[in-house]
């Protein structure tokens, strides 16, 4: 199956749609955005209690007086209408404003941002890890499919599936951190000891698409043009590899835009465990100490991710697959 | 059998030529791993129901003359740091955990039929502003949703039920949508409809069960994510609390003294595990048997 479009249409017209899908789907990306701006903004006013009362005590002020609640409520324009200070909020956020943690005074964004190398560096790991043993899961699974390979691929990814991040993590631990002393638990989150964590929050992903690629390897190996290629003497590592293996990749890619989500949240899960000094466990302690503005800090930039990965994916699967750009879907 | 959601692969040939003859309930016992899947899911259910009967000691009498013993034949999987008995408190926690993703899943699956339905029937502003709210929620990862929503309420058990089912329903009211919409193109739909027979009562007669056994195998499919995610925040201290009984607290605790007692760890993980693996496994055969449309 061919990738590029016709000839016979100059480039500029059929680079048309293409262009056209991709406006849209950035605008869709920048309504979700806004939406979950609400979102995030509202879990301020659900939190029990006043919000200056809370405040002027995480500031360390034991027994607020009245008009110091009252006067800090004018000063955070609590006393104005909800969708107003929606709006005030959503400026300032736009800004990069995320207000100030409670715990040390300082810009959420500022905290937020020492601490997602760390994160970026697990997550990314996890990522690479993930789509690395999926891939060779997937391949082999579907190159010797119902012999002993397969069936054992099977079995891992049944198991892989079914363990969350947090139980590998607490297994790691347990056998292979405290058994063998591999490994560190508190760590200053370098490079060196990022791998046991990211494998950890690997593996049920890469399981569910070690699992997702085989399936759809298989389909593709049971269509007219792999025959055809076989049929013309290709061997069976070139069908796989040059045949089945991109065709097979759109609703693989499809699942990594959906999957990635899992990782986020799970990271944060992985953090706590492992001690890992990112977002994840910043927020856990924030929530302890009921830091509000940092957990919205904290859903914003998941939120801003996760988006922003599945818009990647999106556009990814435009560019490759020319079907999807007159309005299909993927 | 109703029809299949839009977004379906090639249905597979061989398998609608030789269909499985005979009731869901043999078909299901028939498949290998549907079957390992079901003795766990009863395995856990009994244990769910009588493990509090079972406990051969009470769950939350400490003994702080027995702090983190190895196991032995008096305490089969130790004493923990207050010298509880391990195994006791997993035979009890277990309906917390259980019991908790039942629930939580109940009211998930109402919640989207109930909108899911209400969309696809109305169509217009009222669809479009409903499946908006949902692609807004599903935007955001649904455990870093729960994660803040019970951080800010505060955790316990209610707000853990709250943030969960806040953060898990919209997908179901899509999917419920989309079988809704499928429904509708069906020929005894639109026959019931020419025969003068009501919406109302089409839906409750003929659209609504198939739409709700559509959703059972999501649910069923979806139970092990969520026994993960309510172990998972439970162990982040997020959701049932301590002193009660919950395999996810226990693991938390566990992990404090993973060092003195790395035997404390096993007890909660195992079950957990065994949850997840048999209701994925069940969901999967469910999926299998009752659906080949949607098998990927």
């Known amino acids: ?330 | 059998m109703t029809s299949e959601p839009i977004t379906q692969p090639p249905i597979n040939v061989t398998r609608r030529l030789n269909p499985p003859p005979r009731s869901l309930s043999a078909r299901l016992v028939r498949h290998p791993e549907a079957r390992f899947g079901l003795v766990c899911a009863l395995l856990l259910v009994g244990l769910a129901l009588f493990g509090p009967l079972l406990a051969p000691y009470d769950p939350n009498q400490p003994d702080f003359r027995a702090k983190l013993e190895a196991p032995s034949t008096e305490h089969w999987l130790g004493t923990d740091q207050s010298g509880r008995d391990q195994f006791s408190r997993v035979l009890d926690g277990g309906q917390r955990t259980l019991g908790t993703a039942l629930l939580v899943l109940s009211c998930i699956f109402g919640i989207g039929l109930v909108i899911g339905t209400i969309a696809g029937m109305s169509g217009g502003i009222v669809d479009i502003v409903l499946m908006r709210l949902v692609d807004i929620l599903m935007a955001l990862p649904s455990i870093v949703l729960a994660i803040a929503i019970v951080g800010v309420l505060g955790p316990g058990f209610e707000n853990l039920v709250l943030a969960l089912v806040i953060s898990w329903w919209a997908y179901y009211a899509r999917m419920a949508r989309s079988y809704v919409l499928n429904a509708r193109q069906r020929p005894d739909i639109i026959a019931a409809r020419l025969a003068g027979i009501g919406w109302g009562r089409i839906m409750v007669g003929h659209v609504l069960p198939g739409v709700a056994s559509q959703l059972l195998i999501i649910v069923t499919l979806d139970l092990g994510s969520m026994i993960a995610a309510i172990a998972g925040l439970s162990f982040l201290g997020l959701g049932v609390q301590p002193p009660a009984a919950e395999w996810g607290a226990m693991l938390s605790e566990s992990r404090l003294y993973v060092t003195l007692a790395p035997w404390l760890l096993l007890g909660p993980l195992v079950p957990i595990f065994g949850a997840v693996l048999a209701a994925n496994l069940l969901g999967n055969a469910l999926r299998d048997t009752l659906d080949p449309g949607v098998n990927r």
């Open chain 1, 1 to 330: 199956m061919s990738i590029s479009t016709l000839p016979t249409r100059s480039p500029l017209m059929s680079a048309l749609p293409l262009v056209r899908a991709l406006v849209g789907r950035l605008l869709q990306a920048l309504l979700t955005l806004l939406g979950i701006s609400v979102i995030i903004w509202a879990l301020l006013p659900l939190a029990p209690g006043d919000p200056a009362q809370r405040l002027l005590q995480a500031r360390g002020v034991q027994d607020p007086t009245p008009l110091q609640v009252a006067a800090l409520r004018t000063e955070l324009a609590l006393d104005r209408p909800l969708p107003v200070q929606y709006a005030e909020w959503l400026g300032r956020a736009v800004r990069g404003d995320l207000s100030l943690s409670y715990q040390t005074g300082r810009p959420v964004l500022e905290e937020l941002g020492k601490r997602l190398p760390a994160t970026l560096l697990l997550a990314g790991t996890a990522l690479v890890l993930s789509l690395l043993i999926a891939l060779i899961g997937g391949l082999l699974g579907a190159a010797y499919h119902e012999r002993w390979p397969d069936q054992l691929i099977r079995l891992l990814s049944q198991v892989g599936v079914s363990l969350p991040a947090f139980l590998a993590g607490l297994l790691a631990l347990r056998y292979i951190v405290v058994e063998f002393n591999i490994g560190r638990v508190l760590s200053g989150g370098q490079w060196q000891y990022v791998l046991l964590p990211a494998l950890c929050l690997a593996i049920s992903r890469a399981a569910d698409w070690a699992q997702l690629l085989r399936a759809s390897l298989l389909e593709a190996l049971g269509a007219n043009y792999t025959l055809v290629a076989s049929a013309r003497g290709a061997t069976k590592l070139r069908v796989l590899w040059r045949y089945a293996l991109p065709n097979a990749a759109l609703p693989f890619l499809t699942a990594i835009g959906v999957g990635i989500g899992g990782l986020i949240g799970g990271s944060a899960i992985i953090e706590a465990i492992f001690t890992w000094p990112g977002i994840g466990s910043y927020v856990f302690a924030a929530i302890a100490a009921r830091d509000f503005p940092v957990v919205q800090g904290f859903v914003l930039l998941a939120g801003l991710s996760y988006i922003t990965a599945s818009l990647c994916v999106d556009l990814v699967a435009l560019l490759v697959d020319p079907r999807l750009r007159d309005g299909g879907h993927a």
